[in-house]
């Protein structure tokens, strides 16, 4: 009976330390989308409740489940209302266990280009099938949440996208709407 009681307590007390480190290091507060009721918004008791600078926006981006190894949709409250892709990958690689490099993001028309850097994750050092939960958390993200967005784009800074495992045209669309 005491062992239990030792296990439930060292237990709280390294769920306690971990949901402390979690909070520090991450910029926008994240919950599963599982339940619609776990997510919490704050606001700021200065400003106009109408006013759309101050609102907090909530979307739902996309992040790797490592125990099933597929991609699991997360619940994130922004604390700004203009949505941009270059704060969609952001918010998606700040919850991907792999060191993601990113070198630029931009948006011409309704097609989204994600450039990589070429010695990171996806182009280099991860399995396949990371990469290509990595391609799709980004993609399916900037699909859901950019309104003008109709196709997502992947390359290296070197130029196509060309990795161990995948390879895509300069301009050919890895996903659209």
Do not use: W
Request: proline share 5%; hydrophobic share 30%; with cysteine.
């Amino acid at each position: 009976m005491k062992g239990k009681k030792v296990c439930i307590v060292g237990m709280a007390v390294i769920t306690c330390f971990l949901l402390a480190c979690s909070k520090e290091s991450k910029p926008a507060q994240i919950t599963q989308s599982s339940s619609p009721s776990s997510t919490t918004s704050q606001s700021n008791p200065t400003t106009s409740p109408d006013s759309d600078e101050t609102k907090d926006k909530t979307v739902e981006v996309y992040t790797i489940d490592m125990e099933q190894m597929t991609t699991s949709p997360l619940k994130t409250n922004l604390k700004r209302s203009d949505v941009t892709p270059k704060l969609i990958v952001d918010v998606v690689i700040s919850n991907i266990d792999e060191k993601v490099g990113v070198s630029q993001i931009k948006q011409d028309g309704t097609r989204v280009t994600v450039v990589f850097k070429s010695g990171m994750a996806p182009l280099k050092g991860c399995e396949g099938k990371m990469e290509e939960l990595i391609l799709e958390c980004i993609s399916n993200s900037l699909l859901d949440n950019i309104d003008s967005c109709q196709s997502v784009v992947f390359q290296s800074e070197r130029g196509p996208y060309e990795s161990g495992h995948f390879s895509f045209g300069m301009n050919e669309a890895y996903a659209t709407n």
